[in-house]
């Protein structure tokens, strides 16, 4: 973003001016290329239901996840931080309250005088890939004691002998060991005198982290190595506990102000930044059409990329590379000076202070997001209700446990230094500079000057929801997750259209993505 005045710069003619004028369209410009708006949203719906299909249709019949898988590739990333939450508060409770090993209970089984809880217990632990079960057994050894790991190891073994499924002998050598570990543990034999050095390396060797602390029970004689196992589950409870009361005291603030941007507007008293009127409405739809096109074309590109160490490397330049199409309008007839102005790549009203007001526009989305995520988690509940979750046969014991995740919870957990810089680059500068200048910037130019002739609200209020949903949906995380993400969506876009200058909502997306990429990192091992 260069320096330049907010409006009037360049070439551009102005019929009439939002403010302190009757003009109830707001900004007309004359001379300028219409475009092929029609046209161009046939080609984004058709990009879109083509994401969404390889996403959630071709993805989801072409991967099958075997059920006597036991890689971490069959694991679940938000469900392995959900474990680790857990245990770290489990640990908390533990060092807080001597002799609550009742509550910690509760965290693993939940009420155990609840019906509907001990359901939900026997359905989420006792289901999963060879591995997700492993992981829950040692969950349960450490919440709920070893006779928990016990009965988890039995009905085990059960499923695996009812089902006629044979595990390989490195599998059955794993499942023997942690029967004996948790025996000894049961027999108040914390050093673990049953289990033999090779086995104690495969346990670590197979189950990673779980085998850590599978060794290192509450009552471990070794307490350097106990402390060292927790302290990613403690760190990641810490973390998460001042992330939390960070979003409340905003979020409290930001509804305060929400209601009084909603009268200011309502009343007039409230000057907003967002002019339209560009005439080029057309042409921002064109220029959509063909970012989505170059976007996604070289992202499916990259799947042939056969180096993994570098792959979100190269993510991060076909990212920057689409912001080329912002070339189109140019070439089109629309001057450099209008499009950066059209846009909102200027430094806006408050000049180079003008960032500083995302921080107040993160306080007005997070209502926004509470709603969505609200919505999102109902639905979550009613997919769950109805089986959801898994890819194998319905009720089948080894169906893969499956929650809605980013794929890059899975990396940021397991990846090495270089690969969560690139993460880093690409979650926390990446996409909120390219997804804001496309979504709040080009698409959402497109329709508030498409629907301009509706009124100022109704205009805002449908271009925030239409470009709020092709954001969400086109993510990777699911159709469930889409009205949280239209809760963040919608909160740029506020940003966009009191700031007009896109710094804030650039600010808005980017504390959102590093909140939750702060939260990721502390929960690694």
């Avoid at 009812?162 to 595990?167: M, Q, V």
């Avoid at 921002?284 to 170059?294: D, L, N, R």
Wanted: net charge neutral; hydrophobic share 45%.
């Amino acid at each position: 973003m260069v320096d330049d005045h907010l409006y009037g710069s360049g070439d551009r003619r102005y019929e009439s001016d939002r403010y302190g004028s009757d003009d109830p369209h707001g900004l007309r410009v004359t001379g300028r290329p219409q475009g092929w708006g029609c046209l161009s949203w046939i080609f984004i719906l058709s990009m879109v239901g083509f994401l969404v299909y390889i996403r959630d249709v071709k993805s989801g019949k072409a991967e099958h996840v075997a059920p006597l898988d036991d890689t971490s590739a069959s694991m679940n990333g938000v469900m392995e931080f959900q474990n680790r939450m857990r245990i770290g508060l489990g640990e908390l409770v533990r060092q807080n309250k001597p002799g609550s090993d009742a509550e910690i209970r509760t965290l693993f089984e939940g009420n155990p005088d609840s019906p509907a809880d001990q359901a939900q217990h026997a359905a989420m632990w006792g289901r999963g890939t060879l591995g997700q079960r492993l992981q829950y057994v040692v969950l349960g050894g450490e919440l709920s004691g070893p006779q928990a790991a016990l009965k988890l190891l039995g009905k085990l073994k059960w499923d695996w002998e009812t089902a006629k499924l044979k595990p390989s002998a490195e599998q059955l050598t794993v499942y023997t060991s942690l029967r004996k570990l948790y025996q000894d543990f049961k027999k108040k034999k914390f050093d673990a005198p049953s289990v033999a050095d090779p086995e104690r390396k495969q346990l670590l060797a197979k189950l990673g982290w779980y085998g850590r602390l599978a060794l290192t029970p509450p009552d471990a004689p070794d307490r350097v190595a106990r402390q060292q196992v927790l302290a990613s589950p403690l760190r990641l409870v810490y973390c998460l506990v001042g992330i939390v009361g960070f979003i409340l005291t905003l979020g409290v603030l930001g509804g305060l102000g929400l209601v009084m941007f909603a009268l200011g507007a309502s009343t007039g008293n409230l000057r907003v930044g967002l002019r339209t009127g560009s005439g080029s409405s057309g042409v921002y739809a064109e220029t959509f059409a063909i970012w989505m096109f170059v976007f996604t074309g070289g992202l499916l590109a990259l799947e042939f990329w056969p180096w993994e160490r570098d792959r979100f490397l190269l993510n991060l330049v076909v990212m920057f590379g689409s912001l080329l199409v912002l070339v189109w309008p140019v070439l089109r007839g629309i001057p450099w000076v209008e499009v950066r102005q059209d846009l909102g790549l200027t430094r806006g009203r408050a000049g180079i202070l003008e960032p500083l007001f995302g921080l107040p526009s993160y306080a007005l989305m997070l209502p926004m997001l509470a709603v969505g995520f609200a919505i999102t988690f109902a639905l979550l509940l009613a997919w769950m209700a109805q089986g959801g979750g898994g890819a194998g046969a319905p009720d089948s014991p080894f169906e893969p446990q499956e929650m809605m995740s980013h794929p890059i919870v899975n990396v940021v957990l397991h990846g090495g230094f270089w690969i969560r810089v690139q993460l880093l680059l690409l979650a926390c500068v990446a996409a909120p500079i390219v997804e804001e200048i496309m979504f709040r910037g080009v698409l959402y130019r497109h329709l508030r000057d498409a629907t301009q002739g509706w009124g100022w609200i109704v205009s805002c209020l449908a271009s925030a929801l239409w470009t709020s949903f092709i954001f969400a949906v086109i993510h990777p995380q699911g159709m469930i997750a889409v009205p949280a993400l239209m809760g963040i969506a919608c909160g740029c876009t506020l940003a966009r259209e009191w700031r007009d200058s896109l710094w804030a909502s650039m600010v808005v997306h980017a504390i959102n993505n590093s909140l939750i990429f702060t939260l990721l990192m502390f929960g690694a091992p």
